[in-house]
């Protein structure tokens, strides 16, 4: 089980693998995530438990960013502006590990995440286009299943996509 690294009702402003056009050069297939909208400084959680490693790609790509990773998963949570976590420091689902930015590559405040199924530390499906990334709103249809999501809403421009996958409603702002 993982969790959404941002409580409430995050809106998603770019699904998995919108914008191929931007991804082209990087040779991937598209949006290697999803973004969250955030405003600077938003208290980020660990979706799940690992071990973190932080990374500062400075004005470039992911910007400060940090991979949480254990032999199961990874998830990297990018374009930050401050991580409270150490390179090899083990953390846990839930700790508040970073707060979000612009730092990288990006336009504006908002949390881009990347989730990727790992098999004895192995990135799996790592020819699909994404270096392994997957839609991390498949498993959040899970997390709908048994009530332990944190709701998301998307962004007018995002749904399109997103409707390829998923029904209109399965994503509604949670209430209270
Ligand atoms: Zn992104």
Redesign the pocket.
Known sequence: MIFCPLPGTPLIT?GFGQTPDRYAPFGMRG?D???LETTDGTQVYAPHDGVATVKDDGANGYGLHLIIEDSKRRSIL?HLSEVKVASGQAVYQGDPVCKSGSSGNSTGS?L?WTFKILKNGVVQNKDNGYNGAMDVTELTRLWLDQDLHHNAEYSDEAKPYLAMTFGEKEYVRRVG
């Open positions: 770019q949006h995530g999803i973004d990018a908002h881009h």
